[in-house]
């Protein structure tokens, strides 16, 4: 008689991705540390990183606030990211200049995993490596809306509400005043790099526009109707993209 044992394991069935994945990584760091910690992260984190496969398509610091730095990266092969999260953190680039990024850190666990809407235009499909660049891009203040949407439950992959609401919002608009750069909500896959956590349990949309106006009131404001429309708890920060960053 056979060992019942000896037959095949049942396959583990493993969580469907998005075609893309993106991270919202938003850092608390010490007093005054915003601009030192900018120029340490253009000059020496961003080539490193896009050279193992990753696309670090917005930087920002916080107006007002010397503690903050955000950024977004972006994975157009979801499947490899722990792996290329491993290279960079265990290899020479990190080893180098890790340090000092940490001295300046208090808080990195503000992240969120996203991925692009179906509702929104193609995000960041514009983005250039740092190393192919020849010069800086001048842009415009981003304001990054953020939408709870648990209160929303069982809404997939946005809700319908919220998603109309911004379409109206933006063609009511101003021609030329706001332009949307992408809407990526909760990617609910499991985090395959826990070294670096994200948010758990929480079901998100973001909102990210640029403010052609020379400061962020229009696409705040925007942002605020949408909120008002759909109900849904909102937060705004306004982003100034680094001198090298090209979502903007």
Request: proline share 10%.
């Amino acid at each position: 008689m056979a060992d019942a044992g000896t037959g095949p394991e049942p396959q583990t069935q493993r969580p469907q991705l998005p075609a893309q994945l993106v991270e919202l990584r938003s850092y608390t760091l010490v007093p005054g540390a915003a601009d030192p910690f900018a120029r340490h992260f253009e000059e020496h984190l961003v080539a490193g990183q896009e050279e193992l496969g990753m696309d670090l398509v917005g930087r920002f610091q916080v107006p007002g606030d010397d503690a903050r730095f955000v950024w977004v990266r972006r994975y157009l092969e979801p499947p490899n990211r722990g792996a290329a999260l491993a290279a960079f953190y265990g290899g020479p680039v990190w080893e180098e200049f890790g340090p000092r990024a940490n001295e300046l850190m208090v808080d990195f666990s503000d992240v969120h995993l996203l991925a692009p809407d179906p509702s929104s235009p193609p995000f960041a499909a514009n983005h250039v490596p740092l190393a192919r660049r020849d010069g800086q891009w001048v842009g415009d203040m981003v304001v990054a809306a953020t939408f709870d949407r648990a209160v929303a439950a069982g809404s997939a992959p946005a809700h319908g509400g919220l998603v109309e609401a911004m379409d109206e919002a933006l063609a009511a608009s101003p021609t030329g005043e706001v332009t949307e750069l992408g809407r990526l909500v909760t990617a609910h896959v499991p985090n395959d790099f826990p070294r670096l956590p994200v948010h758990e349990d929480v079901d998100v949309a973001v909102w990210l526009l640029s403010d052609r106006t020379g400061g962020a009131h229009s696409a705040t404001a925007l942002a605020r109707e949408v909120a008002t429309a759909t109900h849904l708890p909102l937060r705004t920060v306004t982003l100034r993209p680094t001198p090298d960053a090209d979502l903007r």
